[in-house]
């Protein structure tokens, strides 16, 4: 099974300020990996694909990038609605699709 | 409005059984593939199942093989899994998910709002 370790578990930032989350995969995932935005009591909501690619309705301001075993979503400038949990997801070893444990961005 | 909406969640005793429902609007789920995944409470999200969108082929985690049953009803438009021998540690909010392709991706594009499932005695 792929692990997928996220950090720093927390991330207590300001509006406005830039996040970078960080997802380090125990074996190479190429550039199968996605990210996901939870809040509490939410379903997780789709954000990024493909390590770069925005889902549909994804504002600009969210970015992925990365290859191989790491890979960070950054948010250039933190709104008041993006603080919530983050999780990776890779699917490089599908059907054993794994998430990573999750960072919570905290104002 | 395209949505999903999970529902049979309840409390079931160990070594029980139970169907969840997601029942899908806005869509038809014969043109993307669908999944299962489930989240304990504090917890992060585990997938579970996946069935392709002829309903053809399904996929299991080792956790649930054997276990738990994936299907869909696409005259209803609903997705299910039935889930035998519960055991304590699959208490969990349970999604269905859509998957961002007709052909399984493991991409989860859209969501449902979870359904809680207790097992206990």
Redesign the interface.
Known sequence: EIVLTQSPATLSLSPGERATLSCRASQNVASYL?W?QQKPG?????LI??VSNR??GTPARFSGSGSGTDFTLSISSLEPEDFAIY?C?Q?SD?????????TKVEI | QVQLVESGGGVVQPGGSLRLSCAASGFSLSAYAMHWVRQAPGKGLEWLTVIAADGRDKKYADSVKGRFTISKDSSENTLYVHMGSLRVDDTAVYYCARDLRRIADYYFDLWGQGTLVTVSS
């Not at chain 1, 939410?42 to 789709?46: D, E, L, S, T, V």
């Open positions: 996605a996901y939410q379903a997780p909501r789709f694909y493909g889902a549909t999780y997801q699917r599908w059907p054993r699709v794994t998430f990573g444990g999750g």
